[in-house]
């Protein structure tokens, strides 16, 4: 069975564009959510899809960030326009019945 | 407001010894903790986890332990080895909610 996927692995852009990360979960989980790590702090929740809905996007920065689940499959989120800090680790994580979590291997995003 | 706390950065242990990392919370409205284990430039891996109603849970090497008068929750690893050497992150769930809510993760390190 295939883990969660990202992609790219690593994006560098200038302040003020854009950047757009996507991220398609274990097959069959309905859950997905986004996280970021900053500067090796904790990991922080950003939102979280049941299927095509969001559930809970309470974790956003502000409305810079813009996370679409098409078809409750896989999910993009989109950054526009990137700020300095904006630069982190975006982690995406799929969820099925229980209580665990599968995380992706992250997008490193730098910000310049 | 840091509602998860691991408070040690760094642990380092010698080879085939017992690894214990610790974890505190401040929420008593936390319902379930996992751990999860993360290499460099890979997302974090499920280790094990447990439900507030029990107080240990073993998983081969690995046993986590939660005392929820004192809101503190410890992952033992028995024997340790040099394959464990990463980043432990400690996170909880809210009850009705849905998201984690990590600690600040603790870098372990096996030495030979």
């Known amino acids: 069975e295939a883990g969660v996927t990202q992609f790219p692995s690593h994006s560098v852009i200038e302040k003020g564009q854009t950047v757009t990360l996507r991220c398609d979960p274990i097959s069959g989980h309905d859950n997905l959510y986004w996280y970021r790590r900053v500067m090796g702090k904790e990991i922080k929740f950003l939102l979280h899809?049941?299927?095509?809905?969001?559930?809970?996007e309470s974790g956003m920065p502000n409305n810079r960030f813009l996370a679409e689940r098409t078809g409750g499959t896989y999910s993009t989120l989109k950054v526009q326009p990137a700020e300095l800090e904006d630069s982190g680790v975006y982690f995406c994580?799929?969820?099925?019945?229980?209580?665990?979590?599968?995380f992706g291997p992250g997008t490193r995003l730098t910000v310049t | 407001d840091q509602q998860v706390k691991q408070n040690s950065p760094s642990l380092s242990v010698q080879e085939g010894r017992i690894s214990i990392l610790n974890c505190d919370y401040t929420?008593?409205?936390?319902?379930?903790f996992l751990w999860y284990k993360k290499y460099p430039a890979e997302g974090p891996t499920f280790l094990i986890s447990i439900s507030s109603i029990k107080d240990k849970n073993e998983d081969g090497r690995f046993t986590v332990f939660l005392n929820k008068s004192a809101k503190h929750l410890s992952l033992h690893i028995v024997p340790s080895q040099p394959g464990d050497s990463a980043v432990y992150f400690c996170a909880a769930y809210f009850q009705g909610a849905q998201k984690l809510v990590f600690g600040q993760g603790t870098r372990l390190t096996i030495n030979p």
């Open positions: 899809f049941v299927k095509e809905s969001k559930q809970d």
């Open positions: 929420n008593s409205m936390f319902d379930y």
């Open positions: 994580a799929s969820r099925g019945a229980g209580y665990e979590q599968y």
